[in-house]
């Protein structure tokens, strides 16, 4: 796989291009027709096997290898990229960017493009390549499960069997090209907490007359906070943020019930029963303490994503090698954002990977995190991103050969 990387920078304006292009133009969801065929724009003329979602507007490729030593029952590699974004109104100053209501602030715009270049990578050098890869370009991964989606459509077996292993690579506000991971626990799994407390209407001039329910949410509200930090394990953590409150609609009612919505994000299958049950417990017992009544509905969404050990240890040596021990970090503790990445990974070994595309040309206060109004990405990053991707899947493939 020679001159991988100054093949990559020949293919990063097109790279770029692709990516601008998405970034204007967001969806959201399972649905995504004008990213889908933007996919399927980009990759045409190459010679791949492509299919496309019944369920979503997935597009799956599958590259077929003509190594000499290729076995007779050939392996394949799944390498993958999310096309979805968020419900985030862009506040950036990008000359690309979004202004539909929509915005990519996680980078999926970037996976996607990577993914088609590293697609490009190996189609070049299909003659070096031992075995099959798997391209899945993915919808719905921000909330809508769309992995899980596209396995029940058999991405994991889309080149006729099931692929010895699986790579993804994630953009962060992180130093340039600094590639991070870590075997075992990577990502937290994430659930969704929603609490509806029930009283009794009435006249906003009249509380005694009313049983009022915004004084319990509230309460509610700061309790969650204390139950994270006083009744959960420190070295097993969560995270829980109320993102959504809502009650009533006129300034002089008293309304019948008020509700919250929260994200939870969790590191293991205790730390989920726990923050499950005393979740309900608090919420129950705040309520009653002000005559009303507490619906607490729980949704496991993502479980935690696991990175395979040795798939993992093997990846990290191959990227010193690739890029410099100075390029790769291993992460000493899991992060708390999720990735629907883990339904996978529950099936496939393999291993999830950030990569840093933090702009310098941009004022910090002028920058956000993922998923913020602000959050922009050096998409020069796009080269490497595909290298690493594509480096991956024909050495993997060269060893499950060998093996």
């Known amino acids: 796989m020679s001159d991988l990387l100054a093949e990559a920078a020949d293919l990063l304006p097109e790279l770029q291009a692709l990516r601008r292009d998405l970034h204007a133009h967001p969806e959201v969801g399972l649905d995504l027709p004008r990213t889908q065929a933007a996919v399927l724009d980009a990759i045409a003329g190459l010679d ?14 599958v590259l077929r290898g003509t190594h000499p030593e290729r076995p007779a029952q050939a392996p394949a590699v799944l390498l993958r990229g999310d096309m979805d974004a968020l419900p985030v109104a862009e506040a950036t100053d990008e000359p690309f960017a979004a202004t539909n209501g929509n915005m990519h602030a996680c980078g999926h715009d970037l996976h996607t493009a990577g993914l088609v270049g590293a697609m490009r990578l190996l189609a070049a050098r299909r003659a070096e390549l031992a075995g099959d890869v798997v391209f899945m370009f993915q919808p719905g991964e921000e909330g809508y499960n ?78 969650l906070q204390t139950m994270v930090s006083r009744r959960i394990d420190v070295f097993d953590p969560i995270a829980l943020s109320v993102t959504q409150l809502s009650a009533g609609e006129a300034v002089n009612v008293i309304p019948a019930e008020a509700s919250l919505g929260a994200t939870v994000r969790t590191l293991s299958e205790e730390s989920l029963a726990t923050v499950r049950d005393r979740s309900r417990q608090l919420a129950e017992g705040i309520a009653a ?50 990735e629907d990445f883990s ?17 310098t040309d941009v004022p910090e206060e002028r920058q956000g995190d993922n998923h913020s109004p602000f959050v922009v990405s050096d998409d020069s990053v796009l080269a490497e991103q595909a290298v690493v991707l594509a480096h991956l899947a024909a050495r993997r493939l060269a060893a499950a050969a060998r093996s």
């Open 146 to 223: 769309g992995a899980s989606v596209m396995i029940d459509e058999g991405v994991l077996d889309a080149a006729g069997f099931r692929a010895v292993a699986a790579f993804g690579v994630h953009v962060h506000v992180g130093e340039r090209g600094i590639v991070s991971t870590r075997p075992g626990t990577l990502q937290a799994g994430s659930n969704v907490l929603r609490i509806t407390v029930r009283g009794r209407g009435g006249h906003g001039s009249q509380p005694t007359s009313a049983v009022d329910p915004v004084p319990a949410l509230a309460e509610i509200v700061t309790a």
């Open 48 to 61: 791949v096997e492509v299919t496309t979602g019944e369920g979503t507007t997935s597009v799956v490729a």
């Open 343 to 359: 339904f996978v990974l529950d099936q496939v070994p393999g291993t999830y990977m950030m990569i840093g595309a933090k702009r």
């Open 289 to 338: 303490a002000h005559g009303c009544t507490a619906e607490v509905e729980f949704e496991v969404q993502y479980p935690v994503t696991v990175n395979d050990a040795a798939e993992t240890a093997w990846v990290l040596d191959e990227l010193r090698d690739l890029l410099g021990p100075e390029r790769v970090e291993v992460l000493a503790h899991p992060i708390m954002p999720s």
